[in-house]
């Protein structure tokens, strides 16, 4: 390896349960407190312990965005782990692994312009009582070949383990001593720096479901209900561990029907309260999604899409269910549809969605997929300047001067004054009937269409900046790649190589299913003269979709619907073949 470098790749590969995703995140933290930017994705069976589990980091001297296809290291736990990814190391790379394997191994090892590390790991677990400590081992190698801070690492780990026993962090701090002074002692020779550009930037570590978890708190989550369901079951997590510090309520319900339905109550009584689950879970929502449209409840549903349908496969990744959640639940009513691309963008647009569905006293679906919600990657946040804003909730002041409130006043932006129980002449009717202006049911056919259009007309009220696509790239390059959801990140990287083999693209980013800026996207496609759309699913739904609202029929479609994201390489690949028909 080249004695600077400004962007290494790791792959940690070993058997579930052995605590290979702990040791990838501990990796990444010592990335980001070193003054790099890091991004991470892992890839896991659905077993509690056994099959074949990864953790692949990136860090950077600068921005990275996903994962560039190429591994300079692979720490390999199990013979199996270098059976599966060896053809994945750069020429000249690293293997690191146990010597036990290398008499079995020999014949996919000849020939091979690797670099080989032979970290006795199992000797050195037995003389420290614990096969786990191969996690320590190879942290400590790592450091070592990277020349990073020792100490910062053993903070880390110390910190990791806080919970636990000081004899067995002392241990894990003497297995990080192993691994460091085996390859001082042995390796040195292939020690590397990595190159850092200084910068003074307030930087954090997040992925996907951890970023919404801290914008709902920023933005005033009271209450949240939820069933678990990968891959959203880490929200709950992290809500019931923080449920004391941020003065949540967070239940964990008999199952999804129930979670909804607490969240409505919630909502109706006036504070922000929101649930998660993957497309199964959303399944069993669906007529409670109906009753907070009917009712004009605000709250805010996640959906973490994992592939289906059914069960399907619960630890891969999809973007099979947009269609879906913007059309559930039977009947019409508004609801906003957002689809973050990235853990940043995630922060932001959670902030934002809160404020919406109060504006518009509505239901809301925030969009992730697994990809999204745990890949972590190193962000920039900027906390000032975010105002929560609470729409027509009535202040008890205003509720008490009021003579009469009409909780479905028919009103020119069809939204209406929100009074909550407790406060004088706050309680009303709220039910999954038709109702007049009183909330009181009625099946009066002039009140019926008075209603549904009042409903309709809200999302109107909703500022057009706020649900724009993001534009990456010239406006007048001849080709338009098109994209929503997680596939972000791994565009932008592709944009980065499409850029240096001079080849004129631009990237539009869609937000936001419902509202969609049509006006904005059809002035696009029309201006290019070659549009690609990339989807992980197989019916091309935000293709569809398009087509729908703007008339325009995207001609080049590009679809990934094996429950794996996209690799930068496919997506240059395909670009290049849209600008070879210019």
Not at 63 to 77: H, P, R, T
Not at 123 to 151: M, T, V
Not at 163 to 188: C, H, M, P, R, T
Request: hydrophobic share 40%; charged share 25%.
């Amino acid at each position: 390896m080249n004695n600077l470098k400004e962007n290494i790749t790791i792959k940690f590969g070993g058997r579930a349960g052995e605590g290979l995703m702990t040791t990838g995140h501990i990796c990444a933290k010592l990335f980001q407190r070193s003054g790099l930017f890091v991004f991470s994705e892992n890839d896991y069976p659905s077993l509690i312990r056994g099959g074949h589990n990864t953790i692949t980091l990136r860090a950077n001297s600068s921005k990275i965005y996903s994962l560039d296809g190429k591994i300079d290291i692979l720490v390999a736990f199990d013979k199996n782990t270098i059976k599966l990814h060896l053809r994945e190391i750069e020429q000249n790379g690293i293997l690191i692994f146990d010597p036990i394997y290398e008499q079995e191994l020999k014949e996919i090892l000849e020939n091979k312009k690797l670099n080989l590390i032979k970290i006795p790991f199992s000797e050195i677990c037995y003389k420290l009582g614990d096969q786990l400590f191969i996690n320590q081992i190879s942290l400590g190698a790592i450091a070592r070949l990277l020349n990073l801070d020792k100490e910062l690492l053993k903070s880390i780990v110390i910190q990791t383990f806080s919970d636990k026993k000081q004899e067995i962090v002392d241990k894990n701090l003497e297995a990080l001593k192993e691994g460091y002074e085996f390859i001082e002692k042995n390796y040195s020779n292939l020690c590397c720096e990595l190159q850092r550009k200084p910068h003074n930037k307030k930087l954090y570590l997040l992925n996907g479901n951890d970023a919404l978890c801290l914008a709902s708190i920023k933005a005033g989550l009271k209450f949240v209900a939820e069933y678990p369901m990968s891959p959203s079951s880490s929200i709950l997590h992290w809500m019931a561990a923080n449920a004391k510090k941020y003065k949540l309520v967070v239940k964990h319900t008999e199952d999804e029907i129930a979670a909804i339905n607490y969240v409505l109550g919630a909502a109706y009584a006036g504070v922000r309260a929101m649930t998660a689950t993957s497309g199964g879970g959303f399944s069993l929502m669906a007529e409670a999604l109906g009753n907070a449209g009917i009712a004009e409840i605000p709250c805010v549903i996640v959906d973490v899409q994992r592939a289906g349908p059914s069960t399907g496969l619960p630890t891969y990744t999809e973007q099979a269910d947009l269609q879906f959640v913007m059309h559930a639940s039977q009947g019409e009513f508004p609801r906003i549809v957002c689809m973050p691309g990235d853990p940043e963008e995630v922060f932001y647009e959670t902030f934002n969605v809160w404020n919406m569905v109060e504006l518009v006293q509505t239901p809301a679906i925030i969009l992730l997929d697994k990809y999204l919600a745990e890949l972590m990657q190193t962000v920039e946040l900027n906390l000032e300047n975010l105002q929560i804003k609470r729409g027509m909730l009535l202040k008890d002041q205003e509720a008490e001067s009021a003579t009469e409130i009409l909780r479905h006043k028919i009103t020119p932006s069809g939204i209406s004054p929100r009074p909550v129980p407790g406060q004088k002449n706050g309680m009303h009717v709220a039910s999954s009937y038709e109702h007049d202006e009183s909330g009181y049911t009625s099946e009066d056919p002039e009140n019926r269409v008075m209603q549904i259009d009042k409903r309709a007309r809200k999302l109107n009220a909703i500022n057009p900046q706020l649900y724009q696509p993001v534009f990456f790239g010239s406006p007048t390059a001849p080709i338009l790649i098109v994209g929503w959801g997680s596939s972000k990140g791994i565009i932008l990287e592709a944009l980065k190589h499409l850029n240096r083999e001079n080849i004129p693209v631009r990237y539009m980013h869609i937000k936001y299913a419902i509202p969609f800026a049509t006006d904005t996207i059809k002035e696009a496609l029309l201006a290019a003269n070659k549009s690609i759309i990339f989807e992980m699913n197989s019916t091309a739904q935000m293709r569809n979709y398009i087509r729908e609202k703007t008339s325009i029929l995207i001609e080049d479609v590009y679809l990934r619907y094996d429950a794996r994201p996209f690799t930068v390489d496919e997506i240059v690949e395909q670009v290049k073949k849209v600008y070879q028909k210019l």
